[in-house]
């Protein structure tokens, strides 16, 4: 199970970041959206996949007695998903409230902070 | 009865039975105060005229906290605390060591005197926008990076206070921030999913995100586990995250746009935040590792000392000039964390004591001169040597100690810097450093010649506002650079403790699995 999931993670991981090299912030957008899935992926895939069952200690004894499916990568990707959820949200309105206001959504044409041959400060008096 | 006596017993290797003194509280009281302070101020969005005495009150409260944490962590040894009662590496842990607290502390302070200088700067419009709650919400995110002992937690509080800058670096809406912002949110986002990937990547290996746990168990592991991947990749999530070359192009791009207070309070504490995820896991969880990379470490760390005061060099807008000023102080704790030495790692952590300081002062005095005459452009400042002297003399004192010249605090922890580079047989470093201390003092020198000697070309400016609120946050944060440097016994010892904590963990393993603990 763990090769296959880590082939698909590193397809997750190639198409994020070819969609993150573009210009376009929409296309980054989308990039940042599949990376982050491919990071929980990953954490799922670290803590090793196992067909057993839920860690619930049954009636009577004390401690597990048979082995269990891991439950930590599930809280740690859920709380990544929640995270990468609310910046991915937070990403798409800054997003489209820039193309709104600068009227682009090319990197390139995005150089109201930082625009091209400015002066160079005074040499003397 | 007997039967009680036995599940009592096995309980004790799960849980921590014994109720949490109130006193060590105080491990979680700098973060737990301003978030119920942000989340207070969150309620009362309306009543603005309230945001900033409480959450001036909120701070100075978390100041305090800091203040006698720090005390009992230089007293008694490192002082942990464990959530939910499970005893670690199961509960989270937060861990406070000398390196986390006293970084906690001059971070506090820097909120607090950017909370006093935001009553002017910040109107009833920035106020609605949540600029207090923000505040807040990003200084518990940092507190709780500092403090956190575990590695996942870590991750979690980064984008506490990541959230928070976002929503700090866009209040206002104009274009040039819509810009700035849109590259900074971006990038650091894609900078902290790295690191989530190489903490996934060290459950894996490690099944612990305890870092007491990774800490005395990394030995078992260096035959099977990547680790100097692992490593690898602390170092590109943690570099993107404190600005060093070549990830840094994020900072200059957005750290002008915003409100002057915001600006500074990023120069300040955010890229620190960086280099503090940097020794924690580089130092104290992979020294060997740490050993490998030295050489690029190095390199880095000069690359960003000579570029980012070289992009300072060719900037009109004093705001820009800070910016890639903060970058090369980057590139000088980076230095230090290259060595690796105790001297070394010393003077990184007493520079990034002093860069906290002196770049969110330099930043206020930006803003000051801005408010003053009404520009940041190196070409219409002038003349505040004659009409302001106080001005003036706040700026000599602050491009002093920015490009470590004495009486000033930047001199001594380039002092350690150098002398342990040349320790260590790397002059090439020393001399890095010392260039760059030239290169700041061109950049910021021309800045003193240009703005305030300069004489006036027309009439002096004449402000209504008074910059007394101004003087009162930049006389707060020029006294420590002046005492610190007049006097830096304390601070270098202070310095020295945090950075034995960090290269010999036992201490800090021991506070966090006490003797009797499961193994």
């Known amino acids: 199970m763990e090769p296959v999931l880590a082939a698909v993670i590193g397809l997750f991981y190639a198409v994020s970041i070819y969609l993150m090299l573009s210009k376009h912030i929409i296309r980054i957008l989308l990039g940042v959206a599949i990376f982050s899935n491919a990071v929980n992926l990953t954490i799922f895939t670290a803590g090793r996949i196992v067909r057993e069952v839920p860690p619930i200690i049954p009636e009577g004894l004390e401690v597990l007695d048979k082995v269990a499916a891991n439950p930590l990568p599930q809280a740690l990707i859920l709380t990544a998903i929640v995270i990468s959820f609310s910046f991915f949200a937070f990403l798409l309105v800054l997003a489209f409230r820039a193309y709104q206001d600068l009227d682009t959504d090319d990197t390139d044409g995005m150089r109201l902070a930082e625009p091209k041959g400015e002066d160079l400060p005074p040499l003397g008096y | ?519």
Request: hydrophobic share 60%.
């Open chain 2, 1 to 519: 009865m007997a039967q009680n006596a036995a599940e009592a017993a096995d309980l004790a290797h799960a849980l921590v039975l014994a109720p949490t003194s109130a006193a060590d509280w105080v491990v979680v009281a700098p973060v737990a105060i301003p978030i119920v302070a942000g989340a207070l101020l969150m309620m009362l969005r309306h009543e603005t005229r309230w945001h900033a005495g409480l959450a001036i009150g909120a701070l100075l409260a978390t100041f305090l906290s800091n203040v006698l944490l720090l005390h009992r962590v230089l007293t008694d040894g490192p002082l942990v605390m464990t959530m939910g009662r499970w005893l670690p590496p199961f509960g989270i842990s937060f861990a406070a060591d000398v390196l986390g607290a006293s970084l906690a502390l001059v971070a506090t302070l820097v909120a607090l005197v950017g909370a006093v200088y935001a009553i002017a700067d910040i109107g009833t419009v920035g106020r609605r926008y949540g600029f207090y709650p923000f505040l807040m919400l990003m200084m518990a995110g940092v507190g709780g990076a500092f403090l956190t002992g575990d590695i996942f937690n870590l991750y979690v509080w980064f984008e506490v206070f990541l959230i928070s800058s976002f929503g700090l670096l866009v209040l206002g809406s104009e274009h040039p921030q819509l810009d700035g912002t849109t590259k900074y949110a971006i990038l650091n986002l894609i900078g902290t999913t790295l690191f989530l990937i190489t903490v996934s990547l060290l459950y894996g290996a490690f099944g612990t995100l305890n870092m007491a746990d990774i800490a005395r168990k990394a030995g078992n592991f260096r035959e099977t586990a990547p680790l100097t991947t692992l490593a690898a990749l602390f170092l590109l999530a943690f570099g993107m995250k404190a600005a060093a070359f070549p990830v840094n192009f994020w900072l200059p791009a957005s750290y002008h746009t915003p409100r002057i207070v915001t600006a500074a309070l990023f120069g300040g504490v955010l890229t620190k935040v960086g280099v503090y995820a940097l020794l924690r896991t580089l130092v104290m969880l992979f020294p060997l590792e740490r050993d490998m990379l030295s050489c690029l470490i190095a390199w880095g760390a000069a690359a960003t000392m000579i570029i980012g005061i070289m992009g300072a060099l060719a900037q009109t807008d004093i705001r820009r000039v800070l910016g890639f000023v903060v970058i090369s102080g980057v590139g000088v704790m980076l230095a230090g964390l290259a060595l690796g030495t105790a001297e070394g790692l010393s003077g990184t952590i007493f520079y990034a004591f002093h860069s906290m300081i002196v770049m969110t002062a330099l930043y206020l005095l930006a803003g000051v001169m801005n408010g003053l005459a009404g520009d940041y452009s190196l070409r219409s400042l002038s003349g505040f040597y004659a009409s302001h002297p106080l001005v003036a003399a706040f700026a000599l004192l602050l491009m002093l100690a920015a490009a470590g010249l004495p009486p000033a605090s930047g001199l001594w922890p380039k002092v350690l810097l150098v002398r342990a580079a040349i320790d260590t047989g790397w002059p090439w470093l020393a001399f890095a450093i010392l260039a760059t201390g030239l290169l700041t003092t061109l950049a910021l020198g021309r800045m003193f010649l240009l703005a305030i000697w300069r004489m006036p070309s027309g009439p002096a400016p004449v402000s209504a506002i008074s910059p007394r609120l101004g003087y009162i946050a930049l006389g707060v944060l020029a006294l420590p650079v002046l005492l610190i440097g007049l006097y830096p016994e304390p601070v270098i010892a202070v310095a020295e403790r945090a950075a034995a904590g960090i290269l010999d963990s036992s201490t800090y393993i021991g506070s966090v699995f006490p003797e009797g603990a499961v193994q």
